[in-house]
C-alpha cells in the first residue's frame, strides 16, 4: 500500500497530481495492476489455499509479445504496405 500511496501522491511541476492529470495512464494502470495481484493473492493463497505464492510474470502481456514476434519472423520480410496487401487481395 506505501507504493500506491507514493505513486497517487506524486506531483507534477505545476503542482497538479499525475494520476489527475492527461498522463495519468501510466500510473493508473500500475496501481490497479498492483491491486487486482493483492486481491488474487488474498483470495487465492490467504483465504482459499489454492495456491502457495502467485507467478506474477505470468499475467504479463511480454508472453503475447514474444509469441507475435515469432509469428513476424517467420513470415520474412513483408515489404509491401498493408493497403498495397489488401488491394491485391481483393
Request: net charge positive.
Amino acid at each position: 500500500m506505501h507504493a500506491i500511496n507514493y505513486l497517487k501522491g506524486l506531483k507534477l511541476q505545476n503542482g497538479q497530481f499525475v494520476s489527475e492529470s492527461v498522463r495519468k495512464t501510466g500510473v493508473i494502470g500500475f496501481i490497479a495492476s498492483a491491486l487486482s495481484v493483492m486481491h488474487m493473492f488474498d483470495c487465492l493463497v490467504k483465504q482459499q489455499h489454492v495456491l502457495k505464492y502467485i507467478l506474477t510474470y505470468k499475467f504479463s502481456q511480454d508472453h503475447l509479445e514474444i509469441f507475435f514476434s515469432v509469428v513476424r519472423s517467420r513470415g520474412g520480410s513483408n515489404t509491401v504496405k498493408p493497403r498495397c496487401k489488401l488491394s491485391l487481395s481483393l
